[in-house]
């Protein structure tokens, strides 16, 4: 007799910036194909600036209200990241900051990215920082580009050499799903905080 494989992990993709000319598209679309390559995931994508929040953070504004459900329902989070000014996009952080124990313990993974050779980790670090407020688990491994533009080939596809980039999101997609499961097994057992 056969073990049913589990049941694949809902992973929430955040698309963490709203500025015009953005390049988190582009880097949330490769990695969404990376991860569809998988069938222990489902992934969900919340894009900034497809969902504006209000600032005051109303939790009862519509925006908010309609967001409520997919946040709280996600498993786990991977979040793409620009670093704006040694830190996280604000959009980014009203996002975060217009849920509470939606968030709750839950593992989240970063693919960060910049103009420099820091490549997004002092946002990445930022953010470690506050989802560590709501008890998640910060993977240790990241998906990184510095100096994004030279990640682009002379047609403008991107990344121009995705080997390397396929084999940290392997890295830590897989320890974002080990987290994942081992606090659904042990939210089943006891809910968090009880």
């Known amino acids: 007799m056969t073990t049913p494989a589990p049941r694949p ?49 109303n939790p009862n504004h519509p925006h908010t209200a309609a967001l409520r459900p997919r946040i709280a329902g996600a498993e786990a989070y991977v979040l793409v990241v620009p670093e704006y000014n040694r830190s996280v996009p604000g959009p980014l952080k009203t996002l975060i900051d217009s849920f509470q124990t939606e968030w709750l313990a839950k593992p989240v993974g970063f693919v960060s990215y910049g103009l420099s050779m820091a490549g997004g980790v002092r946002a990445v670090e930022h953010l470690r920082q506050i989802f560590a407020e709501f008890h998640c688990v910060g993977m240790k491994d990241i998906v990184t580009f510095p100096r994004i533009l030279e990640h682009y080939d002379a047609e403008g596809r991107f990344p121009a050499d995705p080997e390397g980039a396929e084999a940290a999101a392997k890295l830590m997609l897989d320890q974002l799903l080990w987290w994942a499961r081992a606090l659904r097994e042990a939210k089943a057992g006891r809910p968090y905080g009880t």
């Open 9 to 57: 992990v809902e992973v929430t993709l955040v698309v963490g910036s709203a500025r015009d000319g953005r390049l988190a598209p582009d880097v949330a679309g490769w990695f969404r194909q990376v991860a569809a390559r998988r069938d222990d995931l489902v992934i969900d994508v919340v894009d900034v600036a497809d969902t504006p929040l209000p600032a005051d953070l």
